[in-house]
């Protein structure tokens, strides 16, 4: 199957006055049709800058972005308003990333007036509004609310009610349920299935919690300091985690059962290390209990170890048995 979004190399870097940072830094990989890729990192790995990069919040500072087999690295402002009628975010925080001063209602409608969809027939919008509210389980009673009246479940479910507005094919979720209860993160979780399974939709999948993407994500990519270290099949990667780091991540997953055993905790030590002009050598080595000389003298590439395995690591043979 051709792949439907495909990253070559992406950088995405800051000046400060410190240096650059290397927010994102070579990252590539493909994503095919209504499949889900799973990201997951500790906070500040450039998991949320990846995912804004791709749909051009921000602008990459090199690299290819190709979507549908054609070339957005950097679109037009007709070919960028275009492209936001099929790639749309929703983000983290749901009541930060809602106009206070709008409706439910009307922040879903919004997109469609900007886009002019339907020949900007009111009645017909209204309609497609009430739709989409039936569609992400919002009561319509709820049309003429305002976000500080909804809880978290709810302002979430608008934010997904908006990114639906104006038909998508491709999504971009930035820790949707971080911020919400345990009971909703699962009903929000099982909505975008629903819907990924209804609609045909793709997603790129952001979250620090393994254990959320393990029902959800068909992959899952493992960044650390701006770098892609691992990115395997979801089963593969819990079965046969290779990278040091994406061990003890996994590791670090509770066990909801009394009486079955886990693995060891491995317990991360050490300084971790600054992205501003970071230098030529592993960047997790300062963490790492398995390191080699060969780690402090060059960063190893991400390399095809297994069948749709890929892994960045100078040791990678020491694990791949285990």
Same mark, same amino acid.
């Given at each position: 199957?051709?792949?439907?979004?495909?990253?070559?190399?992406?950088?995405?870097?800051?000046?400060?006055?410190?240096?650059?940072?290397?927010?994102?830094?070579?990252?590539?990989?493909?994503?095919?049709?209504?499949?889900?890729?799973?990201?997951?990192?500790?906070?500040?790995?450039?998991?949320?800058?990846?995912?804004?990069?791709?749909?051009?919040?921000?602008?990459?500072?090199?690299?290819?972005?190709?979507?549908?087999?054609?070339?957005?690295?950097?679109?037009?402002?007709?070919?960028?308003?275009?492209? /936001?009628?099929?790639?749309?975010?929703?983000? %983290?925080?749901?009541?930060?990333?809602?106009?206070?001063?709008?409706?439910?209602?009307?922040?879903?409608?919004?997109?469609?007036?900007?886009?002019?969809?339907?020949?900007?027939?009111?009645?017909?919008?209204?309609?497609?509004?009430a739709r989409i509210m039936d569609t992400v389980g919002l009561a319509r009673r709820?049309?003429?609310?305002?976000?500080?009246?909804?809880?978290?479940?709810?302002?979430?479910?608008?934010?997904?009610? /908006?990114?639906?507005?104006?038909?998508?094919?491709?999504?971009?979720?930035?820790?949707?349920?971080?911020?919400?209860?345990?009971?909703? %993160?699962?009903?929000?979780?099982?909505?975008?299935?629903?819907?990924?399974?209804?609609?045909?939709?793709?997603?790129?999948?952001?979250?620090?919690?393994?254990?959320?993407?393990?029902?959800?994500?068909?992959?899952?990519?493992?960044?650390?300091?701006?770098?892609?270290?691992?990115?395997?099949?979801?089963?593969?990667?819990?079965?046969?985690?290779?990278?040091?780091?994406?061990?003890?991540?996994?590791?670090?997953?509770?066990?909801?059962?009394?009486?079955?055993? /886990?693995?060891? /905790?491995?317990?991360?030590?050490?300084?971790?290390?600054?992205?501003?002009?970071?230098?030529?050598?592993?960047?997790?080595?300062?963490?790492?209990?398995?390191?080699?000389? %060969?780690?402090?003298?060059? &960063?190893?590439?991400?390399?095809?170890?297994?069948?749709?395995?890929?892994?960045? &690591?100078?040791?990678?043979?020491?694990?791949?048995?285990?």
């Amino acid at each position: 199957m051709a792949d439907y979004l495909r990253i070559e190399n992406l950088k995405k870097y800051f000046k400060t006055a410190k240096g650059t940072v290397h927010a994102v830094d070579d990252v590539s990989f493909s994503i095919e049709r209504g499949k889900t890729l799973g990201v997951v990192g500790e906070s500040g790995c450039g998991k949320s800058t990846l995912g804004r990069c791709i749909i051009h919040l921000l602008e990459p500072t090199s690299g290819k972005i190709f979507f549908d087999g054609a070339d957005i690295t950097k679109p037009t402002p007709e070919e960028q308003k275009a492209l /936001r009628q099929r790639m749309q975010m929703i983000f %983290q925080d749901p009541f930060s990333s809602l106009n206070p001063r709008m409706t439910v209602a009307d922040s879903i409608l919004e997109p469609m007036e900007i886009h002019h969809m339907y020949d900007g027939d009111k009645d017909r919008q209204r309609e497609e509004v009430a739709r989409i509210m039936d569609t992400v389980g919002l009561a319509r009673r709820l049309a003429d609310s305002y976000p500080h009246e909804l809880d978290g479940g709810r302002r979430q479910r608008v934010g997904i009610a /908006r990114a639906l507005a104006l038909q998508p094919d491709f999504i971009v979720c930035d820790e949707p349920v971080s911020a919400l209860d345990v009971s909703i %993160q699962a009903q929000i979780l099982n909505l975008l299935q629903d819907l990924k399974e209804q609609m045909g939709l793709t997603f790129i999948f952001i979250t620090h919690d393994l254990s959320v993407v393990n029902h959800f994500a068909d992959e899952i990519a493992v960044m650390y300091l701006g770098q892609l270290i691992e990115k395997a099949p979801t089963e593969e990667l819990f079965d046969h985690p290779i990278h040091p780091y994406t061990r003890a991540l996994l590791s670090a997953i509770p066990i909801p059962e009394v009486g079955i055993s /886990r693995p060891e /905790r491995i317990l991360l030590k050490g300084e971790i290390s600054s992205p501003i002009d970071p230098p030529d050598e592993c960047r997790f080595a300062k963490r790492c209990i398995y390191t080699c000389d %060969q780690c402090h003298q060059s &960063c190893p590439k991400l390399m095809e170890v297994r069948p749709g395995h890929f892994v960045s &690591c100078h040791l990678w043979k020491d694990f791949l048995s285990e």
